[in-house]
């Protein structure tokens, strides 16, 4: 075993990393999944909209930013995302771009990379899919996180935001690739598909549709609106110019149905790493419909074979695709497409890094290959709760977890907490290993899960597995006494009551990961 994957490193080292991977974008590629649930498809019938930031490259670290009052002709600066790799350790640059008129009033919101939740509990979740290379435009201001942003500070609900996104876009253009924003307030969840407007050009073309109420619905880096009916506006929104840049370009012909994502997306469509989350989503939380795991093709939306659960999506996320033929923690020998067996460093149990195979096998590396839901290069996960039977205050939660989920453990956020632990709040990167981050405990202690996958997971479940159940299990009666301050008019308290809730979890979580680290680096020390 040593000696194999001794020859499998060597073997790595010796392939310059952009023949490795060409899609790669410094080492890895950024790719996201978020998962949806109308509220009569959640157990306990909130809205939920989710992200794993699957990108070393985002920010770490994280804070809330206060709502905030804006004198009279104050501006907020736009930026634009430049990979930079000038650093310790790879990031993005936030180059200023421009400026756009600020409101008069911005919300509080939780600042996660992309981020997430407002005071109002809107929340949204996040997955690029890329888009026609054409229509990506650096003549517009608004990228993906500036546009989250900027929906978050302004706005209440998911419709707001999605017509807001549009205004915005139409006059100060998107300058980003084609992205996905799942968008979910206390009472329904959409999906918000947006590509540019063409080389040069200042604006966006963009598709919204809702997630049925009884519905569960994914995105995993491709679009996946299909055919649209804007003469129902309670499920379809879109930009005035949906059609018209399509036919123009020649790429939707009047006498066929129109689809969005083979006008403007068409790649997305051929990604096998796309498709497999896609299906392994369905098959979790739907297994009744067995749908065909290579289906170029899943529907947008599917009922849930029963109400669907915290616990059920921290599995989701947390999925290597075990106990299916896809899975990659078993097998060492596998069949290329010539029949023969090679060696597979994806699929063994020392090291789930979801690498794709090397002799290319089933679609090879990046976008087009194999990829599973739970990834190394995640920076941080949210499971977004919007619950409108309770005040906003409490109703909006936001779990959040570090790193890869398979390793970690989500904790709550409440969208009135004021503040965050420290250690949250301390970059992580690009300068390097820091002890006083939060992201480092995790990420220290999933990468050394992975290098004895087979045996040190086990530890590690060992001690969140009952934590996270304790979390989701005990949130309702947590949240009685936060009901009963709300009820009196105890403002201050509730606040703290919250806050408080998170700063003790979060610190308690950051340590016992550290600890877990020590104990793998103690316990199997003489088996690296």
Not at 24 to 35: F, K, L, P, R
Not at 205 to 233: C, K, M, Y
Not at 421 to 443: I, Q
């Amino acid at each position: 075993m040593k000696m194999l994957l001794l020859f499998t490193g060597i073997l790595l080292m010796c392939i310059p990393i952009q023949a490795q991977h060409p899609d790669w974008e410094g080492g890895y590629a950024d790719g996201c999944t978020s998962v949806t649930a109308g509220k009569k498809a959640t157990a306990d019938g909130s809205v939920i909209t989710s992200h794993t930031d699957d990108s070393h490259r985002t920010r770490s670290w994280m804070d809330v930013i206060p709502a905030k009052k804006h004198a009279r002709g104050a501006t907020t600066t736009m930026y634009l995302r430049v990979a930079s790799d000038s650093f310790a350790m790879p990031t993005y640059s936030h180059i200023p771009i421009g400026e756009i008129p600020q409101v008069k009033q911005t919300h509080q919101y939780l600042n996660t990379a992309y981020p997430s939740m407002n005071q109002f509990q809107l929340g949204i979740g996040e997955s690029t899919f890329g888009g026609r290379e054409e229509l990506q435009s650096d003549s517009g201001f608004i990228d993906c996180q500036r546009l989250c942003r900027l929906m978050l500070e302004r706005c209440k609900t998911a419709r707001e935001a999605i017509e807001l996104a549009g205004e915005l876009t139409a006059e100060y253009g998107w300058n980003d690739y084609g992205e996905c924003l799942t968008i979910a307030d206390k009472h329904e969840v959409w999906h918000f598909e947006i590509v540019g407007p063409g080389k040069g050009k200042t604006g966006s073309v963009w598709v919204a549709q809702r997630v049925p109420d009884g519905h569960i619905a994914v995105n995993a880096n491709a679009s996946t609106i299909r055919e649209i009916n804007l003469a129902d506006p309670d499920h379809f929104m879109a930009s005035d110019n949906i059609y018209s840049v399509a036919r123009d370009a020649g790429w939707w012909n009047e006498e066929v149905p129109f689809s969005f994502c083979y006008a403007y997306a068409p790649q997305s469509r051929t990604s096998l790493a796309a498709r497999r989350r896609e299906w392994r989503v369905f098959d979790l939380l739907a297994p009744s419909l067995k749908l065909d795991p290579n289906a170029e093709n899943h529907p947008f939306s599917v009922k849930p074979d029963r109400p669907v659960t915290l616990t059920d999506l921290r599995r989701v996320f947390s999925d290597y695709y075990e106990g299916t033929p896809f899975d990659m923690t078993k097998d060492m020998l596998v069949t290329n497409e010539e029949g023969k067996s090679v060696i597979s460093p994806l699929a063994n149990p020392h090291l789930p890094y979801d690498m794709n195979k090397l002799m290319r096998i089933n679609g090879g590396w990046g976008w087009r290959g194999e990829r599973t839901i739970a990834r190394w290069y995640t920076m941080y996960a949210t499971i977004i709760q919007c619950r409108e039977w309770l005040p906003d205050e409490i109703g909006g939660v936001v779990w959040l977890a570090q790193d890869n989920v398979s390793t970690s453990i989500y904790v709550p956020v409440y969208c009135s907490g004021s503040d965050l632990p420290v250690s949250y709040k301390t970059p992580g990167r690009p300068d390097g290993f820091n002890r006083e981050s939060a992201w480092w405990a995790f990420n220290r202690l999933g990468t050394l899960t992975a290098q004895r996958w087979g045996e040190m997971r086990y530890d590690v479940n060992e001690v969140w597995d009952p934590w996270q159940e304790e979390l989701f299990s005990g949130q309702e009666a947590f949240e009685e006494k936060a009901v009963e301050l709300y009820k009196r008019g105890k403002k201050d308290e509730l606040n703290s009551y919250l806050t408080g809730y998170t700063m003790e979890w979060g610190e308690i979580v950051v340590e016992k990961a550290w600890e877990l680290g020590d104990l793998l680096w103690t316990r199997y020390d003489e088996k690296f």
